[in-house]
């Protein structure tokens, strides 16, 4: 009889090499120190390399195991090269997270550094360029490393993918949010919404495509998470939480751990929301 293992094991990750799209972001940054202190070796793969690469040195200076490349989710050449990398470097692909994504941000930190303007967010004159590169970003990206990461994981008859989409994957945003006294209107743009449901049928679409080929394919929906945002905002967000406030960055990171683990062995297809409630009212 086979020794039951126990709940602490189960998430362990030591032996599975990891990467993570988007890992300098604000999140992926997160997800990549997650799967390192589980044991896996990450491939922190962002369009910003300076910045994956000054996080892989960090993660290394502190006994982790992480490299650091450029990745741009929209090219398949860069997509494969990634790919090529990771398995040079380490022999395996075990786990994707895909957290790469253009999200307009309203905390002072990126308000002079937007990708996509905010202003011109109405939808009615909403640009076509503006929609196009969103959809590469974040629905063609995911696409592509999915379809980048299968190759391996079929050939190792094992894997686990998770792709991150959004509470404006579930509901559209309550755009009175972003509206401030005496300030141009500005709005969640419609690509935000519509790439993230996308993100949603993606990930249902892989987990019933892959059935029987050891490959699971789940998202991770969080809600608002606090980088900074101004007191308007923050309260405005919190009146909206059932808990009454914003996630901070690091509260996500055991539900994607509990995901690329084998701690969920018997979940996939499945969305896992983490947004205070927000969608419970």
């Known amino acids: ?7 602490i094991e189960l998430f362990d990750l030591s032996g599975r090499v990891a990467v993570v799209t988007g890992g300098a972001g604000l999140l992926g940054a997160e ?7 589980a044991g896996a070796q990450v491939v922190i793969a962002d369009i910003d390399s300076e910045a994956a690469g000054r996080q892989a040195r960090a993660i290394c200076s502190e006994s982790g195991d992480a490299i650091g490349i450029k990745l741009d989710v929209r090219d ?12 040079e470097q380490f022999g395996q692909l075990d786990i994707l997270v895909n957290s790469a994504v253009l999200d307009p941000k309203f905390d002072p930190k990126h308000t002079s550094q937007r990708h996509l303007p905010l202003n011109s967010g109405a939808f009615e004159d909403f640009p076509l360029d503006a929609w196009n590169q969103a959809l590469e970003v974040n629905l063609t990206g995911a696409f592509l490393c999915c379809q980048a990461a299968a190759q391996p ?5 094992r894997g686990v993918i998770v792709n991150l989409s959004s509470i404006y994957g579930l509901s559209g945003p309550d755009q009175r949010m972003y509206q401030e006294p005496g300030k141009p209107a500005q709005f969640k743009p419609v690509y935000y919404s519509v790439t993230k449901w996308g993100i949603l049928g993606l990930t249902q679409y892989l987990a019933t ?5 050891n490959i699971r394919v789940n998202a991770l929906s969080p809600g608002g998470v606090y980088n900074d945002h101004d007191e ?3 309260r405005s967000y919190s009146a909206r939480a059932v808990m009454g406030r914003m996630a901070d960055k690091d509260e996500m990171n055991g539900a994607l751990l509990f995901l690329v683990s084998d701690a969920s062995t018997y979940m996939t297809g499945a969305n896992l929301v983490l947004d205070g409630g927000w969608t419970a009212w």
Do not use: D
């Not at 009889?1 to 709940?7: D, I, N, Q, R, V």
């Not at 997800?31 to 202190?37: M, P």
């Open 31 to 37: 997800f990549c120190r997650t799967l390192v202190g």
């Open 232 to 234: 308007i905002f923050v």
């Open 209 to 213: 495509y892959y059935a029987g080929k």
């Open 153 to 157: 994981m079929l050939e190792a008859g």
């Open 76 to 87: 398949p050449k860069s997509v494969q090269e990634m790919m090529r990398t990771t398995i």
């Open 1 to 7: 009889m086979t020794k039951a293992t126990s709940p």
